[in-house]
Each structure stands twice: as C-alpha cells, then as structure tokens.
C-alpha cells in the first residue's frame, strides 16, 4: 500500500487534497490517509490542506488497520490514528528512500 501512496504523492497537487473531503467524506480513511501522508514524509503544504479540514470538524481515535479486533485507545499524533501494525515501506528495503 505504501508504494502506491508514495506515486500518489508524486502526482498531487492542492486542488487535489482541497477537493478531496468533498466527494469521499468518510473521516477515518481520511485520518488515515493523513497520517500515511505525514509518514511518507509529503510536502508540508499537502498535509496543510487536509489538516485544516480536519479542524473544522470533531473527529476521533481511529484505528490503522481497523480490520483488527481491537478498538482505538490513546493516540499521539495529531490524525488521532492509533498505530496497530507496523508500517514497512517497500522502497526503503529495496535502497530507494
């Protein structure tokens, strides 16, 4: 999923993640989203945009993967997103990051 989101990244622009509340309003993919952003380490002025959407708004803890079981408990980052699987980026193995 990284890799993919990685050549996302590439190719957005402001109008896009500007946009992009208003036809996928589903908050916790957004959260996700957020966070994968801020882990790939994506143009601060990207991050800006969704996170100004996100303080117009009442949001709450979320899980990474929310296939899991367990419900989300206590976050440290500003999504809410309560990290329950480790992330691996493929082209970090591979020498490219």
């Known amino acids: ?7 996302l990244i590439e190719e957005m622009t402001p109008s896009d ?3 992009l509340p208003t036809w ?3 908050k916790s993919t957004l959260q996700r989203f957020g966070y994968l952003l ?3 380490h994506a143009e601060s002025s990207l991050i800006a945009l ?3 959407y996100f303080k117009t708004l009442k949001y709450y803890p979320v899980l990474l993967s ?3 079981a367990q419900k989300a408990g206590a976050v440290d980052n ?3 997103v309560d990290v329950n699987i480790k992330l691996e980026n493929y082209n970090y193995y591979i020498g490219y990051h």
């Open 50 to 52: 969704l996170l100004s």
């Open 38 to 40: 801020e882990e790939l």
């Open 66 to 68: 929310p296939q899991s």
């Open 24 to 26: 996928y309003s589903n």
């Open 17 to 19: 993640l500007e946009q």
């Open 1 to 7: 999923m990284l890799p993919v989101i990685e050549e």
């Open 78 to 80: 500003r999504w809410k």
